[in-house]
């Protein structure tokens, strides 16, 4: 039967064929009960990083594979989320401040691309703070509303943006991205931070070790 290994712990009683998806199925509820998530797959001492990727979960091991697997507390977890998205939010205003210098230039088509290109990073953003927030929310660490009202003002100068960009006036879309975008981005930057805080104490207070 296959050996599997759950962070250096042997687990017995692993029957083949089974799916790495079997597997994780199988594993990862035993985990959640504790608060952990697993984050590193390795086979037979390979490292595996897609292994969400369907054409992974689909493999079949066999008696003689190893399997180790990595995890990470899902508290943990959401603090490194909550860290990616407060380096990545003066980044996003810096980018916005980048695209309204381009805009009031004589030439904007390459600005109007870039204004583009700059939304789907903020639904990056977003999307990042989602997934701080329901990792956050398994174990009871949310310290409070991440996305909402933040999100609803982003959303809203985008709103105004577009339609400054559709009708060609360059000017109330650069002073929108310079100004209106780069003030809801710094308080949603603020609330994350105070978020993060409160996370960072609540799982302080769990007998988990932080690394």
């Not at 064929?17 to 608060?35: F, H, K, W």
């Not at 943006?161 to 060609?168: D, F, L, R, S, T």
Request: aromatic share 4%; proline share 5%; hydrophobic share 50%.
């Amino acid at each position: 039967m296959p050996t599997l290994r759950v962070d250096c712990s042997l687990i017995p009683g692993v029957n083949a064929p089974i799916t790495i998806d079997a597997l994780l199925s199988a594993v990862e509820p035993v985990l959640g009960q504790s608060g952990r998530i697993v984050t590193a797959l390795r086979i037979n001492g390979v490292d595996e990083p897609a292994f969400r990727e369907r054409d992974i979960l689909e493999r079949s091991l066999v008696g003689v594979d190893e399997i180790d697997l990595d995890t990470t507390p899902v508290g943990l977890m959401a603090l490194q989320a909550l860290d990616d998205a407060l380096r990545f939010l003066p980044v996003l205003a810096g980018e916005a401040r980048v695209v309204a210098s381009g805009l009031r230039g004589a030439h904007v088509d390459e600005p109007r691309k870039a204004i583009g290109e700059l939304a789907d990073n903020l639904a990056l953003m977003a999307a990042l703070v989602h997934t701080a927030d329901l990792w956050a929310r398994q174990v009871g660490l949310a310290g409070g509303d991440w996305l909402g009202e933040d999100v609803a003002a982003v959303d809203r100068v985008a709103g105004a943006i577009e339609g400054a960009v559709g009708a060609e006036d360059w000017v109330t879309a650069a002073d929108a991205l310079e100004y209106d975008l780069s003030s809801s981005l710094e308080a949603w930057q603020a609330r994350l931070v105070e978020g993060r805080g409160q996370v960072q104490a609540l799982l302080s207070a769990l007998p988990v070790p932080v690394a």
